[in-house]
């Protein structure tokens, strides 16, 4: 088996290693913290190292989502040479995560069979974990070649609904403090609306960033008022103005504004409808 960071012929790719230097850093970080260099885990360092290794694996998984609809906008083929790549880091996150759950929990696997049966958010979050582990069990091109192109690309089409429990699971073990899960939502339906080849080209990409805006703001007061009774309308409206702050949906709205306006800017240049296909093809088979 070659190394990650090589392509299929062999040769040292700068992205692939890049990119597998940069998938562990989030791992180091958390080391370090733990080992003391950064001591700022709280009064309960492994459940905040739970947490975050969680928080890392649904980043990263929007990351890996996010990989297709950025190579279409910028034309950039030789990112799907790192797509498999963040998604088994994905994976390696989400079984760090629940690793460190048993751990906390002195190794009682009966008491984790317990606590995920009774507890919602630890069951769809269980079932996110289930989906990922399938998906990097068969991610590889031996996998690909036994289960047929139909049937794999069928399975591997669930990260988007795995991502969005996954995304339900983050909402609620973070409890009243959603913002990141809340921006992290908006950011998941502008992936998926750019799906669509029609919503990443030219100025369609601008209806597509008001789209997600409003809906991110929709889906945090919708969130507040289901969890606290807050009235829907009132939380909607501090969504709209800044008195408290920047809101989840004034960073969709930065974040995906700012990849539009990049990608618009892009597509403008010479010759660029003509760009792409020869590299697509060259970066498939590397």
Do not use: C
């Amino acid at each position: 088996m070659a190394a990650p960071w090589r392509t299929r012929s062999g040769q040292i790719s700068a992205l692939k290693l890049a990119v597998f230097i940069a998938l562990f850093l989030p791992a180091l970080w958390l080391a370090l913290r733990w080992g003391g260099f950064a001591p700022d885990l709280g009064p309960r360092p492994l459940m905040e190292t739970i947490h975050r290794s969680g928080d890392w694996a649904v980043r990263l998984w929007l990351v890996s989502l996010a990989i297709t609809p950025v190579r279409h906008l910028f034309r950039a083929a030789p990112l799907v040479q790192v797509r498999r790549m963040v998604g088994v880091a994905v994976f390696a996150y989400a079984a760090l995560h629940f690793a460190l759950y048993i751990v906390d929990l002195s190794f009682d696997l009966g008491k984790v069979a317990s606590e995920i049966y009774l507890r919602f958010y630890l069951t769809i979050g269980f079932v996110a974990l289930l989906g990922l582990a399938a998906m990097a069990a068969t991610s590889t091109d031996g996998m690909l070649r036994r289960m047929g192109g139909r049937a794999w690309r069928g399975l591997h089409r669930l990260t988007y609904p795995l991502a969005a429990v996954a995304l339900v699971h983050f909402g609620l073990q973070s409890k009243l403090e959603v913002s990141e899960p809340m921006v992290m939502s908006g950011l998941l339906l502008w992936v998926l609306l750019l799906r669509w080849p029609k919503a990443r080209t030219g100025w369609a990409l601008l209806p597509s960033v008001i789209a997600v805006t409003l809906a991110t703001a929709g889906l945090e007061a919708l969130w507040y008022s289901l969890r606290s009774g807050a009235p829907l309308m009132a939380v909607l409206s501090v969504n709209f103005s800044t008195g408290l702050g920047l809101r989840p949906a004034h960073w969709v709205a930065i974040l995906t504004g700012t990849v539009a306006l990049a990608a618009l800017l892009w597509q403008a240049r010479p010759g660029f409808a003509n760009r792409g296909n020869s590299r697509t093809a060259r970066a498939v088979r590397s």
